[in-house]
T-cell receptor, first 111, second 112 residues
Framework: TQLLEQSPQFLSIQEGENLTVYCNSSSVFSSLQWYRQEPGEGPVLLVTVVTGGEVKKLKRLTFQFGDARKDSSLHITAAQPGDTGLYLCAGAGSGNTPLVFGKGTRLSVIA | DVKVTQSSRYLVKRTGEKVFLECVQDMDHENMFWYRQDPGLGLRLIYFSYDVKMKEKGDIPEGYSVSREKKERFSLILESASTNQTSMYLC???????????FGNGTRLTVT
């Protein structure tokens, strides 16, 4: 069974600070997706990373896929209150089974 | 833009009732999914469907069933609701089984 561990589980920071959240596994994934879920809404896709070592940027968010495709990180620069939410990573395996989700990191950015 | 619509945002049901949660997507996606989301447990897959009338059990199918009579509609059925089924239920659809998911806004179900 493939598992994804996300850390930290909770993170509360001041506006303007930088942060990194992690998504780790002992399994190899063909790709990894990151979602953000705001209160009262469903998760929304932020990015998909496919190639080992790949780095993708979305404004102040930087996503990296590990070289061995077993882990990923999300770095936020100069966090803003609008970044508050639950960040979920999801790994794609062989294509015959659905995505595997981590339990998420709940981020709170205080103004 | 893909839209996944869940019929109710909030539902309150009594123990033992039969409960139907409806989900409709408008992008002709092959795959549809039902998850429940609980604090500390993350998203857990209940059932998914890769085609009309086809269904597969997810990680926690006990106490639930599903129906997919039309491509755009995927229903989750709680045969006899119990208090431990109080949860947020999220429906999603995708083009391929591991393609990015498009989620609805969820149904918060309370069973009393």
């Amino acid at each position: 069974t493939q598992l994804l561990e996300q850390s930290p589980q909770f993170l509360s920071i001041q506006e303007g600070e930088n942060l990194t959240v992690y998504c780790n596994s002992s399994s190899v994934f063909s790709s990894l997706q990151w979602y953000r879920q705001e209160p009262g809404e469903g998760p929304v896709l932020l990015v998909t990373v496919v190639t080992g070592g790949e780095v993708k940027k979305l404004k102040r968010l930087t996503f990296q896929f590990g070289d061995a495709r077993k882990d990923s990180s999300l770095h936020i620069t100069a966090a803003q209150p609008g970044d508050t939410g639950l960040y979920l990573c999801a790994g794609a395996g062989s294509g015959n089974t659905p995505l595997v989700f981590g339990k998420g990191t709940r981020l709170s950015v205080i103004a | 833009d893909v839209k996944v619509t869940q019929s109710s945002r909030y539902l309150v049901k009594r123990t033992g009732e039969k409960v139907f949660l409806e989900c409709v997507q408008d992008m002709d996606h092959e795959n549809m999914f039902w998850y429940r989301q609980d604090p500390g447990l993350g998203l857990r897959l209940i059932y998914f469907s890769y085609d009309v009338k086809m269904k597969e059990k997810g990680d926690i199918p006990e106490g639930y069933s599903v129906s997919r009579e039309k491509k755009e509609r995927f229903s989750l059925i709680l045969e006899s609701a119990s208090t431990n089924q109080t949860s947020m239920y999220l429906c999603a659809s995708s083009l391929g089984l591991i393609s990015p998911l498009h989620f609805g806004n969820g149904t918060r179900l309370t069973v009393t």
